[in-house]
């Protein structure tokens, strides 16, 4: 088993224009939500070797619905910049990574590139989360319905609400929000292509309302 080495600094604050495209039917990320991978396919095995070798980022796109009817299944246009925070090459030549979001991206379009994988060319996308009272307002609600739907559901609700609890900051608390609950992927993929933090919070207590009115 060998492990590559993570502590590589690379500076965010200077985002690329271009990325490596993975397209998943499963996963949609979003900023600051870590996420496992296990790499098992050449060319995205090929894709993981040169973002190691370089900024360590690349982008996790969803597919759209009915992806396996097709036989060059369509991404969405709007998906999740990743970094690289950790890597493991099995014996077997396979690869765990794990994954850390950066920001939201959406695809210009696709370049031509001599790979095996898909290359875009795109722009990062930053959530609209300005203070209001508003704002103030629907975040306490969304933590309010957000306890009642893990104490329901979760069994490590004490864990999940001690990590809830150290969090302030409207956007990161939706974040997390989002990363535990067991939504739909393609409910995910909506809050995704949401930009207003207000609207994103607005979305996330409908969905908790649902799972409120299954179990009472």
């Keep these: 088993m060998e492990y590559f080495e993570n502590s590589q600094f690379t500076d965010l604050s200077q985002l690329p224009?271009?990325?490596p495209l993975f397209p998943l039917p499963n996963v949609v990320l979003f900023p600051n939500m870590l996420l496992p991978l296990y790499i098992f396919?050449?060319?995205y095995k090929k894709m993981i070797h040169d973002c190691l070798k370089g900024n360590r980022l690349l982008g996790i796109i969803l597919l759209r619905k009915n992806w396996e009817k097709e036989e060059d299944p369509t991404?969405?246009?709007v998906g999740g910049m990743g970094q690289i925070i950790k890597s493991t090459k099995l014996p077997n030549g396979n690869m765990n990574i794990l994954v850390r979001g950066v920001s939201k991206i959406r695809i210009l379009e696709y370049v031509e590139v001599?790979?095996?994988y898909r290359v875009a060319r795109i722009e990062s996308i930053r959530d609209r989360f300005e203070s209001s009272e508003d704002l103030t307002i629907l975040t306490r609600q969304l933590v309010k319905m957000f306890k009642q739907v893990i104490s329901f559901r979760y069994k490590q609700a004490d864990r999940i609400l001690s990590s809830l609890d150290?969090?302030?900051?409207?956007q990161d608390i939706?974040?997390?929000?989002?990363?535990?609950?067991?939504?739909d992927v393609h409910e995910k993929q909506i809050l995704l292509e949401t930009f207003s933090g207000e609207e994103q919070i607005r979305k996330l207590i409908r969905f908790l309302?649902?799972?409120?009115?299954i179990w009472n």
């Design 174 to 183: 939706t974040y997390f929000v989002i990363s535990i609950l067991a939504l």
């Design 209 to 213: 309302m649902r799972d409120l009115a």
């Design 166 to 170: 150290l969090l302030v900051d409207p």
């Design 17 to 19: 224009e271009s990325l």
């Design 41 to 43: 396919e050449p060319r």
């Design 75 to 77: 991404p969405y246009e």
């Design 114 to 116: 001599d790979e095996p």
